[in-house]
């Protein structure tokens, strides 16, 4: 069993900048590919970014992503982000990480995960 928990959201102005963590425990995260989506009320997952143990990474490729949000992680610190910059009011959104046991990089779709965080939630303002 692995768990992931989620922090670094926040309220923040258009134009600025945060950093998702995204911590796991329970299993070796050396052992695990991790993935970034978000949801917006009445609207489906949607993948951002995933990147596999050896940092290997996937990511949606248009312009609300491409370019602004990039995703990492740190072995040691068994932990995985997410910098998103230049934000805008669309990209408010509750935010989810999630973790599949692969060597490979991340699936784009949710069913290619097996745990999940509970979510944290990014208001940017205009």
């Known amino acids: 069993q692995v768990q992931v928990v989620e922090s670094g959201g926040g309220l923040v102005q258009s134009g600025g900048s945060l950093r998702l963590s995204c911590a796991a425990s329970?299993?070796?995260?050396?052992?695990?590919?991790m993935g970034w989506f978000r949801q917006t009320p009445g609207k489906a997952r949607e993948f951002l970014s995933s990147?596999?143990?050896?940092?290997?990474?996937?990511?949606y490729d248009v312009d609300f992503v491409k370019d602004r949000f990039t995703i990492s992680r740190d072995n040691a610190k068994n932990t995985v982000y997410l910098q998103m910059n230049s934000l805008k009011p669309e990209d408010t959104a509750v935010y989810y990480c999630a973790a599949v046991a692969t060597q490979h990089v991340g699936a784009t779709y949710m069913d290619g995960y097996d745990y999940w965080g509970q979510g944290t939630q990014v208001t940017v303002s205009s």
């Open positions: 990147i596999s143990v050896d940092g290997e990474t996937k990511s």
């Open positions: 329970g299993r070796t995260f050396g052992g695990f590919a």
